[in-house]
Structures are given as structure tokens and as C-alpha cells.
């Protein structure tokens, strides 16, 4: 089986108020199986086994404060019943709820929590509108929020995001976001 293969489900971006005891709660309750954990500076993920060649994830990421949990596997069937599953006990947040907070934001740490948290939220085919806002978000004035959209590009296929990063690589007034996007760019790049 190719990394293609590999059937990964929608990101359910966990309210604010979300704990890691709730998402260990919920594993251990439906009766998955302690996998794995890892731990960065920034970001905190555990694994459990669902069955076989099925997985639950949760990811929090300390350094843009959004958390989710997500299924993989090899069976389409299998992680989108299981998704499915976890989206009823988390509640998630919803991509036309978040678009329509990135809209509402008036305070820029408002608006950059909530671009991130859109952008984990979306799927591998997202609403134009979704689009055209973190692209709005890379052409900001403010630094904070184009660092922001570029912290999206850790969510979004390459694809998507690829023109907007590769500017931001060859014509931000930031050295930081400069270097910053050049990893993007040369890490997507390299995997090609």
C-alpha cells in the first residue's frame, strides 16, 4: 500500500474548550486500543488502534493553540464510519462557522487563532470562499496574519496552497516569513 492509498479523514478541529481528557475518554469508552504518543516542543500527538490497519489521532499544537482529532486507515469505509462516530461526540467546529468568524474578527489574535483553525478544518476540496480568505490572509499587511496563512500550508495539500507560499518565499517584507515559506517550498519541493 502507497502513502495514496492511505485514507486520512476530515480533521475535526476541537472547540476551544475541548480537553485532552475528553478525546482519552472517548478512546478508551468505544475500546481502542493505546497505540502510540509523541511529543515536540510545539506539538503533542497520540495514537490509538482502532483494529487492524485503522487509527484515531489526537493533535494538539501548542504554538497555533488548535487541537483535532482525525481517523486513518486503509478502508474509505472504515475512516469515514469512524469519523463519522467522532464527529457525533465532539461536536466539531464547522468550516461555515469558522469562515464566518474569520469574517466577524476584529482583534488580529481573533483572526489569526481562527484562520488556523479553518484551515485545519478543510477538506482536500474547500469552499472557494475558504480560499479566497487565506489568500486574502497571505496578502495581509499584518505579519501575524500572513504568518498565520502560512501556518496553513501545514494542513492544506500542496497544491492548494503552492502559489500563495512560493510568493511569500520570493516577495515578503519579512526575512523571517521569507525563510519561513522557503522551507515550505523546499520541503514540498524535495518530496516531488
Same mark, same amino acid.
Given at each position: 500500500m502507497?502513502?495514496?492509498?492511505?485514507?486520512? &479523514?476530515?480533521?475535526?478541529?476541537?472547540?476551544?474548550?475541548a480537553?485532552? #481528557?475528553?478525546?482519552?475518554?472517548f478512546?478508551?469508552?468505544?475500546?481502542?486500543?493505546? &497505540?502510540? #504518543?509523541?511529543?515536540?516542543?510545539?506539538?503533542?500527538?497520540?495514537?490509538?488502534?482502532?483494529? &487492524?490497519?485503522?487509527?484515531?489521532?489526537?493533535?494538539?499544537?501548542?504554538?497555533?493553540?488548535?487541537?483535532?482529532?482525525?481517523?486513518? &486507515? #486503509?478502508?474509505?469505509?472504515?475512516? #469515514?464510519?469512524?469519523?463519522?462516530?467522532?464527529?457525533?461526540?465532539?461536536?466539531?467546529?464547522?468550516?461555515?462557522?469558522?469562515?464566518?468568524?474569520?469574517?466577524a474578527?476584529?482583534?488580529?489574535?481573533?483572526?489569526?487563532?481562527?484562520?488556523?483553525?479553518?484551515?485545519?478544518?478543510?477538506?482536500?476540496?474547500?469552499?472557494?470562499?475558504a480560499?479566497?480568505?487565506?489568500?486574502?490572509?497571505?496578502?495581509?499587511?499584518?505579519?501575524?496574519?500572513?504568518?498565520? %496563512?502560512?501556518?496553513?500550508?501545514?494542513?492544506?495539500?500542496?497544491?492548494?496552497? %503552492?502559489?500563495?507560499?512560493?510568493?511569500?518565499?520570493?516577495?515578503?517584507?519579512?526575512?523571517?516569513?521569507?525563510?519561513?515559506?522557503?522551507?515550505?517550498?523546499?520541503?514540498?519541493d524535495?518530496?516531488?
Amino acid at each position: 500500500m502507497t502513502e495514496q492509498d492511505w485514507v486520512r &479523514g476530515d480533521r475535526l478541529v476541537l472547540p476551544r474548550t475541548a480537553t485532552a #481528557e475528553e478525546v482519552i475518554t472517548f478512546a478508551e469508552a468505544v475500546g481502542f486500543k493505546e &497505540g502510540h #504518543e509523541q511529543r515536540t516542543s510545539t506539538v503533542h500527538e497520540r495514537v490509538w488502534i482502532i483494529s &487492524g490497519p485503522l487509527y484515531f489521532h489526537y493533535v494538539d499544537n501548542a504554538e497555533t493553540g488548535v487541537s483535532y482529532v482525525q481517523v486513518t &486507515g #486503509e478502508s474509505a469505509e472504515a475512516v #469515514e464510519r469512524f469519523t463519522g462516530i467522532a464527529r457525533k461526540y465532539f461536536s466539531p467546529r464547522a468550516v461555515p462557522d469558522l469562515m464566518a468568524e474569520v469574517r466577524a474578527a476584529k482583534e488580529r489574535d481573533d483572526k489569526v487563532f481562527t484562520l488556523v483553525q479553518l484551515a485545519t478544518a478543510l477538506a482536500s476540496d474547500p469552499p472557494p470562499e475558504a480560499m479566497r480568505m487565506l489568500q486574502e490572509a497571505f496578502d495581509s499587511p499584518d505579519r501575524y496574519i500572513r504568518r498565520a %496563512a502560512l501556518l496553513s500550508a501545514l494542513y492544506l495539500d500542496w497544491p492548494l496552497v %503552492a502559489p500563495f507560499v512560493r510568493r511569500m518565499h520570493e516577495h515578503d517584507d519579512e526575512e523571517t516569513l521569507r525563510q519561513q515559506a522557503g522551507y515550505f517550498v523546499e520541503r514540498n519541493d524535495d518530496a516531488s
